[in-house]
């Protein structure tokens, strides 16, 4: 006998039916860029990311006041700080433009919006790099010290949730300890358990004005080619007390997000990076390809990988249409 799969695909409602993997609002968290050199209620385009913006403190809450109305469930914040230094220090600065923005919309929204803030010292240092640098290297141990300054300011201004996407050996352990320590102990961790040094970074560091001034992220963010190592990383996030766990870029490295979801107990998401966003947005703008055809495939692949939510740049636009 001839199989048919074919007739499980006769018709849109049939297709409707059957499909295993949809895409829902609850999956789209929205990252929001703070710039402290704008006026507050300025917004400027990010050139090399059609679409999207740098905000002053004040437009920042506008933004997350109406993506929250939107009905999507979580932010993640950026900041771009006035003054950079070697060692981050408006990072953990109580009234830098993450601080205030976390405060400002918990205060306004409580609990109809997540506040995610990320934790990385690249947009602060003047050297870009993720850590405390000598001689040309990144130091890790140090490094941990000002990562969990950073948590700390931002459990204290409100977070629900830090991401800290550094990279470096043992920020999740630290992290935990210094929230639990300050009696922070219902500030979730996202840790960027997987976060390999990728091409596909290239606007989001003019979004965040975060090139490395010398070298590059290698000896800290993982090598594209390995599987094996991705788990390891994940594993030790885990132990040392990561709530979820990140893999970044997501379209590249779906077999991550799949391995990650197979072999942990806890939720994994997927970032869909700026290069993913590009080459999207600039296939579309020549007419190369369905801008909005290509953007659903692309986010329900990673869902359909594993992820149990996906950080977006479309989450804003994507959550109108579900
Ligand atoms: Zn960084």
Known sequence: MIMRPRRLRKSEKIRNLVRETTLTKNDLIMPIFIDENLNENEKTPISSMPGQFRFGISAAI?????????GVLAV?????PKEKDPFALSAFDENGGVQKVIRAVKKK???SLLVIA???????TSHGHCGIVSNNEVLNDETLEVLADIALSYAKAGVDIVAPS???DGRVLKI???LDENEFENVSIMSYAAKYASAFYGPFREAAESTPQFGDRKTYQMDSGNSREALKEIQMDVLEGADMILVKPALSYLDIIKTAKENTLIPVGGYSVSGEYAMIESAAEKGWIDREKAIFEALLSIKRAGADFIITYWAKEISKKL
């Open 109 to 111: 929204l409580g609990d």
């Open 118 to 124: 990320d934790v990385c010292m690249c947009e602060y």
């Open 62 to 70: 506008l933004e997350c006041i109406e993506i929250s109305n939107l």
């Open 166 to 168: 550094d990279m470096m």
């Open 76 to 80: 993640i914040l950026f900041g771009i």
């Open 176 to 178: 935990r300890k210094t």
